[in-house]
């Protein structure tokens, strides 16, 4: 039996500043990909209700996001989610969270990524290939094995780019008004006959999981802890401030765009709702600006959730979870750049894979519920995590405990129930990969317990 170390080495660079924190994790989040990719969806089923879809999800990314602060406080391991899970609900269930969130992120490049050649071909027409997202994985591979200050630094100005593309949208549908607020709280979607009908609000429910899937992202400020400065002190706010920023950038574009469209029944019948409004309101010049800067922000997205889910593997390799030699590879840093060189071309090499030959249909079918059991895991863990001794006890601490956990329960809770009804394959392929990640834990590391999976605490920042 290995002997047990108490805690992590400091072998990633912590360079980051709380600015350059956020600009990653906002990257990660790619708001105006997000906007141009998955509000369309959400547009197209609920019309001027889809506001009201995000407005909740905002404030259920609120509570959330509480719930990461304070776990991020407490521990601040740059393996997110499952590290809080595996030491507050068991090792078990901290793999299976591990499996999942490995799972997702890696479809979740396929889901943005498949929006890079769209609209890259509104301005180079050569571009709408299959190839072109292998073109951009290959390209933001090289990237995000770079430092992790480079990686900053890049991903802050494609972000600025992306910002001012969704500033454009808003512009445009604040300066040609042509309907009332009242809008946003009344679902519609079309009916046979090609015109708007009303819908009730338990279809805006089970939208939830796909409007807080566009905000998704800002709790991966965690993942860069182990290279931010004062990460204790700090990560709670970055979490914090990336969720304010991304809300604030898809819901007001979003909000102009139902209040500025010509035609809403045309707006929600369109394959390319904000593109045909661009093209109304701004012209083909404008359209192909802003989808230019939409193909920027997908080109950045991918760099920073490559980012992230190389240091998801390279946690879990640190932890011992896979065969030695996989280990020792997966959980090297590369002594020039200061980061998981091999675990980011195992990213890239995934990703790469997954966006050339699964549809974008069953990607977005894997990914559907993802979200809510990762939530709903940090939730319990955030109910838990008082109560594990005071060695845990981080600086921040959420308001109003134990309400903000117990409320994301509650609206977790909901929207599952809302999925299952309406569609279970989402939530059936979350529960099957948990179980595959439950069954790993079981079968190859728990045998070894004295050896693998011994959690060590954070590195004091």
């Known amino acids: ?14 360079a980051l500043s709380l600015r350059e924190n956020i600009l990653i994790t906002l990257s990660s989040v790619t708001p105006a990909s997000s906007l141009f990719i998955i509000v369309p969806a959400l547009i197209a089923g609920l019309a001027g209700g889809s506001v009201l879809a995000m407005a909740l999800a905002g404030l259920i990314g609120i509570f959330v996001g509480l719930c990461y602060a304070e776990l ?3 521990y601040p391991i740059t393996g997110g989610e499952y590290t809080w899970a595996a030491r507050l609900l068991g090792k078990t269930t901290g793999f299976a969270v591990f499996m999942l969130t490995l799972v997702s992120g890696i479809l979740i490049i396929g889901v943005i990524g498949s929006g890079v050649a769209p609209y890259l071909s509104a301005v180079w027409s050569g571009a709408d290939s299959k190839y072109t997202i292998l073109v951009v994985i290959l390209i933001t591979t090289v990237i995000s094995a770079l430092t992790i200050t480079t990686n900053a630094w890049v991903t802050g100005v494609c972000l600025a780019l992306e910002v001012l593309a969704a500033a454009v949208v808003a512009v445009l549908g604040f300066t040609h008004i042509e309907r ?11 009916d046979a006959n090609g015109a708007l009908t009303s819908v009730s609000l338990a279809l805006v429910v089970s939208q939830l999981a796909l409007a807080l899937f566009a905000y998704n992202g800002y709790g991966t400020a965690v993942y860069y802890s182990e290279e931010t400065k004062g990460a204790t002190r700090n990560i709670g706010r970055a979490i914090m401030i990336s969720l304010g920023v991304t809300v604030a950038v898809e819901l007001i574009p979003l909000m102009g765009v139902i209040l500025g469209t010509k035609s809403l029944e045309g707006l929600v019948g369109s394959d390319a709702p904000l593109n045909m409004f661009l093209v109304e309101r701004g012209g083909d010049t404008v359209n192909k600006l802003v989808s ?5 922000a997908i080109f950045n997205a991918v760099i920073a959730i490559q980012i992230q889910n190389a240091r998801l593997i390279y946690s879990s390799a640190r932890d011992k979870s896979w065969p030695d030699a996989m280990d020792n590879a997966l959980g090297s840093i590369n ?10 071309v195992v990213v ?10 699964v549809p974008f249909n069953w990607l977005l079918i894997a990914t559907g519920a993802g979200v809510v059991f990762i939530y709903a895991a940090v939730a319990v863990a955030a109910l838990c995590v008082r109560s594990h001794g005071p060695s845990r006890d981080g600086i921040y601490r959420m308001p109003l405990f134990p309400i903000p956990p117990i409320l994301v ?12 009804t309406t569609d279970a394959k989402p939530v059936l392929v979350s529960v099957v990969t948990m179980a595959i990640g439950a069954l790993w834990y079981a079968g190859f590391i ?3 317990r004295g050896a693998r999976w011994t959690l060590p605490d954070p590195h004091t920042d």
């Open 335 to 344: 002594a020039k750049t200061k980061t998981p060189v091999i675990a980011t």
């Open 348 to 357: 890239g090499v995934l990703s790469a894979l997954t966006a050339f030959y």
């Open 409 to 420: 329960l509650g609206f977790m809770a909901y929207v599952l129930y809302q999925n299952v």
């Open 292 to 296: 230019l800067g939409v193909a920027i």
């Open 1 to 14: 039996m290995s002997e047990q170390k108490t805690t992590y080495s400091q072998d990633l660079d912590r």
């Open 446 to 448: 728990r045998p070894s």
């Open 72 to 74: 991020s406080s407490a």
């Open 180 to 190: 009332g607020p009242a809008v946003f709280v009344q679902p519609q979607a079309l």
